[in-house]
């Protein structure tokens, strides 16, 4: 089974300012996944990233918002941009190891 | 587009009680369907799986069978324990989405002593 590091756990942020999440992965895998749960909803799937191309976004969720980064196989950025009170949320990296998917322990964001 | 429903929460038993929760679903073709559960202070992990029909997935006592008739993933435990509580959170994944998985809302399970 995968172990997925994620940092911060959790921050208060100004809005109008921005955060970058990041994921670590203690094995290479192909594709991570950025999933958002705002409060008291489900986890719905920001975007995919794939080593060496540019990430997948679903719909409502744009590059200039949620930049991620992919550099390497284990690793992940995601950052939350002029972040407003409306991106108070839960933040989790993911990760797919054959029919099975593992989930970072989240970052708890709180925009002021 | 596909989606996942699950009964709402919060939903309050005494210990030992029966437990079911409803999850439906709708999608194209044959997803694989899943469980998983979020205890309080900690991350999301996968609780059973189920990958074609009429497959029933188990673990820790919870099972869930898969009814394509039904589009249905109900989720079951014959005797809950305090150690139960959490978030219960059924979703799927379509083989050709490249990984991607759909959640339900998510239902609060609280066991009392």
């Known amino acids: 089974s995968a172990v997925i590091s994620q940092k911060p756990s959790r921050d208060i942020c100004q809005r109008g300012t921005s955060l970058t999440i990041q994921c670590q992965v203690d094995s290479q895998v192909t594709m991570m996944f950025w999933y958002r749960q705002q409060p008291g909803q489900s986890l719905t799937l920001i975007a995919t990233?794939?080593?060496?191309?540019?990430?997948?976004?679903e719909s409502g969720f744009v590059i200039d918002k949620f930049p991620i980064s992919r550099p390497n196989l284990t690793f992940s950025t995601l950052t939350v941009s002029n972040m407003s009170p409306e991106d108070s949320s839960i933040y989790l990296c993911?990760?797919?190891?054959?029919?099975?998917?593992?989930f970072g322990q989240g970052t708890r964001l709180t925009v002021v | 587009g596909d989606s996942v429903t699950q009964m709402e929460g919060p939903v309050t038993l005494s210990e030992e009680a029966f437990l079911t929760i409803n999850c439906t679903y709708t999608?194209?073709?044959?997803?694989?369907l899943f469980w998983y559960v979020q205890y309080p202070g900690e991350g999301l992990q996968l609780l059973l799986k189920a990958t074609k029909a009429d497959d029933k997935g188990s673990n820790k006592g919870f099972e869930a069978t898969y009814r394509k008739e039904t589009t249905s993933f109900h989720l079951e435990k014959g005797s809950v324990q305090v150690s139960d509580s959490a978030v219960y959170f059924c979703?799927?994944?379509?083989?050709?989405?490249?990984?991607?998985?759909?959640f339900g809302q998510g239902t609060e399970l609280s066991v009392k002593p």
């Open positions: 979703a799927l994944r379509r083989h050709n989405q490249g990984g991607k998985l759909i």
């Open positions: 993911s990760v797919l190891q054959g029919i099975e998917a593992f």
């Open positions: 999608a194209t073709g044959y997803p694989s």
């Open positions: 990233a794939n080593q060496g191309s540019e990430a997948t976004y």
